[in-house]
């Protein structure tokens, strides 16, 4: 979720990156992993303005308690320890990447109202699982995070998105995750649009070559490579 963004005081780059990206994707979501709220500056202009949050472990769940973020605002990846998904629940975050059966599995456990789910790479189906709703397919641009990985990645989900729907599983959302939180929250303007652009064309694209409605879109950094570390 990312809410309208109003004149503060303080101003992140950030502001000028979501404003950046809109003008090319109309209405695209952006998020913000949460080792970024180690600067309290700026969590508190994403918990202020509803910016979506993508945390994943317990430390990266302490950093969005601290700092306050309401958990609608929170997507939660799943990873190895499970007993995360379970706090996570239990804070009341509802949206979750999920990779594995085992995954489903645990969320189904824990949660007593419905969840919302994004498919990562090659999860199966969550089909006739009253707690679980899939909302849309999540996917990892490679490291290097040119706009031509992201662009690959956006094709990737559209064609899994055709073939769902032939499956009578329609999906509605992607969300992309990958490169550096540097160029969305320090500034880096020529990147960012050409990355945008880049995607944008890629579901132009896509969406004509599969026949497919355009989904909503998602675009955050991916988490820093030492809190991937310490949620594995």
Not at 34 to 48: F, G, I, K, N
Not at 114 to 137: A, E, F, H, S
């Amino acid at each position: 979720m990312t809410l309208a963004l109003d004149t503060d005081d303080f101003v992140p780059a950030l502001h000028q990156s979501i404003r950046l990206m809109r003008d090319v994707l109309s209405g695209a979501g952006c998020g913000v992993p949460a080792a970024t709220l180690r600067d309290r500056s700026l969590a508190a202009w994403v918990r202020e303005h509803g910016v979506t949050v993508t945390a994943r472990g317990d430390e990266e769940l302490d950093l969005v308690q601290y700092n306050g973020v309401r958990p609608t605002q929170v997507v939660f990846r799943c990873g190895a320890q499970t007993d995360s998904i379970r706090r996570a629940v239990n804070l009341g975050v509802f949206r979750f990447i999920v990779s594995t059966e085992r995954h489903i599995g645990r969320l189904s456990e824990c949660a007593q109202r419905t969840k919302y789910v994004y498919l990562d790479d090659d999860t199966p189906l969550v089909l006739g699982n009253r707690r679980l709703k899939v909302i849309g397919l999540h996917g990892d641009v490679d490291d290097s995070g040119g706009p031509v990985e992201w662009a690959t990645e956006a094709e990737r989900l559209l064609c899994r998105s055709a073939l769902l729907k032939t499956c009578g599983s329609p999906i509605h959302r992607i969300m992309l995750s990958g490169g550096s939180s540097d160029i969305w929250v320090r500034g880096g303007g020529t990147q960012l649009s050409s990355i945008v652009s880049a995607v944008d064309e890629a579901l132009t694209e896509g969406c004509a070559r599969w026949q497919l409605a355009r989904p909503a879109v998602t675009l955050t950094p991916a988490a820093s490579a030492a809190s991937r570390t310490i949620a594995d």
